[in-house]
C-alpha cells in the first residue's frame, strides 16, 4: 500500500541551528501539506502546494521557514535557524488533488527537538 | 487558528462502551472530516461527511453533522482497547486549507 515518506523521524538540534525535514508523498499526488502538530493540539498547516506551485502558506514564519517541491513530487522544509519554541511535530500529507472531497494521507512525521 | 473544537479533551470508557465526541465549527463549511491519531504517529482518516449530508456510517463509526448547529458527532460502538487515540475533526471552508481541531484524547480500558 502506497504511503508518505518522511526523514528524519527524530531530529535533535542546538537552537539557531539549520534543520531539513523532507517528505515523499504518494505518486500521483497533486497537493502536498506541511503541518506543525504542538504537543496536545492539533495540527496547524504550514504551507500548501498544489503540484509545485504555494497556494497556501499564510501560517508559515517566511522569516526562519521555506519549503519547495521543485519538480511537483518530493519536498523539503527547512527552518533556519532553529527556536526552542519550534520544537514539535512536522506531518507532511498528501491528496489527489485540493482538500474538498479528497482525504489526506499522513506521513509518520519528524519529532523536532530543538536544545 | 482553530475553525473546529472538539469535546470532550478526554474520554475514558471500558472496552465495549460506545464512545461519543463532538465538533463545533465556526463558519459554514463544504465537508468535514474526522481523523484519528495514535500517540506518536501520522494522523488517518476515518470518514468524511458532506455539508448536504445528515449521517454516515463507516463500520463501528456513525457521524453526524448538522450544519444550522455547525456541530458534528462522531460515535464509535462497541469500543476496544485499540481505539485508544485522539480524533480529530477537520473542516473544509471551500478555500483550498483543511483546518483541524485540538481533538479528543479517547482512552478504552480493556
Known amino acids: 500500500e502506497a504511503e508518505v515518506a518522511q526523514s528524519p523521524r527524530y531530529k535533535i538540534t542546538e537552537k539557531s541551528q539549520a534543520v531539513a525535514f523532507w517528505c515523499d508523498p504518494i505518486s500521483g499526488h497533486a497537493t502536498l501539506y506541511w503541518y506543525r502538530q504542538i504537543l496536545g493540539q492539533g495540527p496547524e498547516l504550514l504551507v500548501q502546494?498544489?503540484?509545485?506551485?504555494?497556494?497556501?502558506d499564510s501560517q508559515l514564519p517566511k522569516d526562519r521557514f521555506s519549503a519547495e517541491r521543485l519538480k511537483g513530487v518530493d519536498s523539503t522544509l527547512k527552518i533556519q535557524p532553529a527556536e526552542l519554541g519550534d520544537s514539535a511535530m512536522y506531518l507532511c500529507?498528501?491528496?489527489?488533488?485540493?482538500?474538498?472531497?479528497?482525504?489526506?494521507?499522513f506521513g509518520p512525521g519528524t519529532r523536532l527537538t530543538v536544545l | 487558528s482553530q475553525q473546529g473544537e472538539e469535546d470532550p479533551q478526554a474520554l475514558s470508557i471500558q472496552e465495549g462502551e460506545n464512545a461519543t465526541m463532538n465538533c463545533s465549527y465556526k463558519t459554514s463549511i463544504n465537508n468535514l472530516q474526522w481523523y484519528r491519531q495514535n500517540s506518536g504517529r501520522g494522523l488517518v482518516h476515518l470518514i468524511l461527511i458532506r455539508s448536504n449530508e445528515r449521517e454516515k456510517h463507516s463500520g463501528r463509526l456513525r457521524v453526524t453533522l448538522d450544519t444550522s448547529k455547525k456541530s458534528s458527532s462522531l460515535l464509535i460502538t462497541a469500543s476496544r482497547a485499540a481505539d485508544t487515540a485522539s480524533y480529530f475533526c477537520a473542516t473544509d471552508t471551500g478555500g483550498f486549507k483543511t483546518i483541524f481541531g485540538a481533538g479528543t484524547r479517547l482512552f478504552v480500558k480493556a
Open positions: 500529507a498528501s491528496s489527489l488533488d485540493r482538500p474538498t472531497y479528497n482525504e489526506q494521507f
Open positions: 502546494f498544489q503540484d509545485e506551485s504555494v497556494v497556501d
